[in-house]
């Protein structure tokens, strides 16, 4: 796979968060990109820790929601950008944040295991775009989820940061 | 407050949970007892730590899931004992697992503040509890979520830890 993926063409004070940010060495820095022979599906892998569990065995729910929205949102910007055919490092930046995320947990999902992260754009207006997601483990889907991500406009984000001093 | 929160009566092999359980170093370690003052509520506190962030200054959403999620859940089992007229330490024991998570995110939640996490039975039907919660921040609702928790027969429980071999 030779993508740079959607969120490392976050700029640095969109790169701090938990779930996705580069620069969050605590975090869990999920990296998504469209999948090179289904181009209208994004994908993402991750390992969980042997500390995320739910129950000894199995992975956290929590965990597996927070998979569910940065991939969500991470694919919200990839598809505004591809909407506008636009390359993702080009000007200006679109930001998307999480308005609402849902998550059905359809069978445990194993600890042990890369789970697969998939995400496809079900819906686009206007600022909001509903990516529709699911969580495969050893081939099997355990977990469905859906987000509706919301286009912060630049000045919103700056605002955010002024108010914090960062 | 002198309740015994609802978590430190899992069984040790319940009690590994990443939101919630109390032998998760690495955990949350989540809190949750009936509010004193108003016995429909049920309340949780939680500090996010620094690197728990969305964007600088603001909590990351994948953990206010987490929090969503396992007081829900945790609320669920301290309800159907509740309603079965029951102590929560009685046998057999009620366990709860997520079916499913839904979380609005309303506005910014900020960081370097403690959480009150709150919730409130919105149906109990045979084996599913759906909890309506919220999240507040200074003052102000920031989150709104629900948690519908399905209880998990002991014997299934068995099984997945046979499976594991724990």
Chains 1, 2 share one sequence.
């Not at 969109?14 to 060495?25: K, Q, S, V």
């Not at 679109?94 to 992260?117: A, N, Q």
């Not at 998939?118 to 686009?124: C, F, I, M, Q």
């Not at 997601?133 to 406009?153: L, S």
């Amino acid at each position: 796979m030779n993508q740079i993926p959607f969120q490392d063409y976050y700029p640095d004070h969109m790169a701090h968060c938990y779930g996705c940010g580069r620069l969050n060495e605590h975090g869990y820095q999920i990296k998504s990109v469209w999948d090179e022979n289904n181009p209208e599906e994004s994908v993402a892998y991750f390992t969980p820790k042997p500390h995320h569990i739910a129950i000894p065995g199995y992975v956290y729910g929590g965990l597996l929601a927070s998979l569910i929205d940065c991939h969500g949102t991470g694919t919200a910007a990839a598809a505004a950008y591809r909407e506008a055919g636009r390359p993702m490092d080009s000007e200006p930046a679109l930001r998307f944040l999480t308005g609402s995320l849902h998550v059905d947990y359809l069978k445990p999902t194993p600890l042990g295991v890369t789970l697969e992260i998939r995400g496809r754009v079900k819906e686009v207006k206007r600022r909001k775009i509903v990516i529709e997601e699911w969580i495969v483990a050893e081939g099997v889907i355990t977990v469905r989820g859906e987000v509706v991500a919301v286009q912060v406009p630049e000045q919103l984000v700056e605002e955010l940061l002024e108010n914090t001093g960062k």
